[in-house]
C-alpha cells in the first residue's frame, strides 16, 4: 500500500467553478500534511499546510484534513486557467520522512 | 517564503562522466537538506538526506557511491552524479526548510540531467 494516494486524474473542471483535489495516507501518526502545486517542467511549490484536524482557508485555497478518515483534501474556488498544474499531496510521518502522492493533474477549461 | 537555489537548471553530459549539482538555501541556515528525484509523469521520490558536517542518509535502494552528496556548509549541499548513464536521465530537485522538525519544505528550481 502506497503512503500517500491520489487519483492522478486529470480532472477538468470550468473556470470559475470550484477544484476539489482529493488525498488519502496510510500512516495514522502522521502529523503535517502539504499541498504543493507543480507546473511541468518545474519544481514544487507550497500551497498550503495543515496540522490539525478541520479547515484552513488561505485565499482561494481551503485545506481539509480528516485524520479519523485519514483524509486531506484541497478545494480551489474560482478556478482559473493559471491553476492548470499538478498538484502533489504530501505527508510528514515522521521528523524528516515526506512522503508524496503521484499527483493530481487539474486542467481549468476556459 | 525561504529561497533555495539550485544550479544547474539543465545538464547534458555524455555516458560515464560525473554531474555535480548545488543546492543552496538562500535566506536561512539548513542543517538538514533533502534531495529528490522526480521521472517523468511520476511523484517525487525521495533519495536521500544530507545534513551538514555528517554523513548523508540514502534511501533504500540508491547507491550511495554513485549519487555523492557533500554537505560542507549550513547554506550549500551538493550531488554528484558519478559516471551518469542514460537511466539516471531524470530531474533532480533539493529542498530545504528553515526550521528543524516542522514547517514547510521549499523547493530549489530543480536540475533536469540528460545522459547521452
Known amino acids: 500500500q502506497k503512503e500517500v494516494e491520489q487519483n492522478s486524474g486529470p480532472l477538468s473542471v470550468p473556470e470559475g467553478a470550484i477544484a476539489s483535489l482529493n488525498c488519502t495516507y496510510s500512516?495514522?501518526?502522521?502529523?503535517?500534511f502539504f499541498w504543493y502545486r507543480q507546473y511541468s517542467g518545474k519544481s514544487p511549490e507550497l500551497i498550503m499546510f495543515?496540522?490539525?484536524?478541520g479547515d484552513k482557508e488561505d485565499g482561494r485555497f481551503t485545506a481539509q484534513l480528516n485524520k479519523a478518515s485519514q483524509y486531506v483534501s484541497l478545494l480551489i474556488r474560482d478556478s482559473q486557467p493559471s491553476d492548470s498544474a499538478t498538484y502533489l499531496c504530501?505527508?510528514?510521518?515522521?521528523?524528516?520522512?515526506?512522503?508524496f502522492g503521484t499527483g493530481t493533474r487539474l486542467t481549468v477549461i476556459p | 517564503g525561504a529561497v533555495v537555489s539550485q544550479h544547474p537548471s539543465r545538464v547534458i553530459c555524455k555516458s560515464g562522466t560525473s554531474v555535480k549539482i548545488e543546492c543552496r538555501s538562500l535566506?536561512?541556515?539548513?542543517?538538514?537538506m533533502f534531495w529528490y528525484r522526480q521521472f517523468p509523469k511520476q511523484s517525487l521520490m525521495l533519495m536521500a538526506t544530507?545534513?551538514?558536517?555528517?554523513?548523508?542518509?540514502?534511501e533504500q535502494g540508491v547507491e550511495k557511491d554513485k549519487f555523492l552528496i557533500n554537505h560542507a556548509s549550513l547554506t550549500l549541499s551538493t550531488l554528484t552524479v558519478t559516471s551518469a548513464h542514460p537511466e539516471d536521465s531524470s530531474f533532480y530537485i533539493c529542498?530545504?526548510?528553515?526550521?528543524?522538525?516542522?514547517?514547510?519544505?521549499?523547493f530549489g528550481e530543480g536540475s533536469r540531467l540528460t545522459v547521452l
Open positions: 529542498s530545504a526548510r528553515p526550521g528543524r522538525n516542522t514547517g514547510e519544505l521549499f
Open positions: 500512516d495514522r501518526g502522521s502529523q503535517s
Open positions: 495543515i496540522y490539525s484536524n
Open positions: 504530501a505527508v510528514r510521518t515522521g521528523a524528516n520522512n515526506l512522503f
Open positions: 535566506d536561512f541556515q539548513a542543517t538538514t
Open positions: 544530507s545534513n551538514e558536517g555528517s554523513k548523508a542518509t540514502y
